[in-house]
Nanobody, 122 residues
Framework: QVQLVESGGGLVQAGGSLRLSCAASGIIFSKATMRWYRQGPGNQRLSVAAITSDGSADYVDSVKGRFTISRDNAKNTVSLQMNSLKPEDTAVYYC????????????????WGQGTQVTVSS
């Protein structure tokens, strides 16, 4: 079964940095598009960043120039480096994978982690 486990969340001051990591298992990682979403209190889940199997990255406008998504296929991990953090970045951050489970036919879909809290104080 596919599992995605986020880590690296915490409390930082505005202007600070934080690096989130997501460890994936049970998925054909090298073929999967990996994503980071976030959801603040009372808000819907928003796509923040994505990286494809060939390393192409995309970001929501509000984080461009501040956040960087990367992947390490040897470790089956995806990371989100967050710099120049703002209070409005405060949210639960979720890792998601678009791909197939190892050994399970026709299993391609979006898999979700449980999230990690990021709080940015002013």
């Amino acid at each position: 079964q596919v599992q995605l486990v986020e880590s690296g969340g915490g409390l930082v001051q505005a202007g600070g940095s934080l690096r989130l990591s997501c460890a994936a298992s049970g998925i054909i990682f090298s073929k999967a598009t990996m994503r980071w979403y976030r959801q603040g209190p009372g808000n819907q889940r928003l796509s923040v960043a994505a990286i494809t199997s060939d390393g192409s990255a995309d970001y929501v406008d509000s984080v461009k120039g501040r956040f960087t998504i990367s992947r390490d296929n040897a470790k089956n991990t995806v990371s989100l480096q967050m710099n120049s953090l703002k209070p409005e970045d405060t949210a639960v951050y979720y890792c998601a994978a678009d791909g197939a489970a190892i050994g399970i036919p026709y299993s391609s879909r979006r898999y979700w982690g449980q999230g990690t809290q990021v709080t940015v104080s002013s």
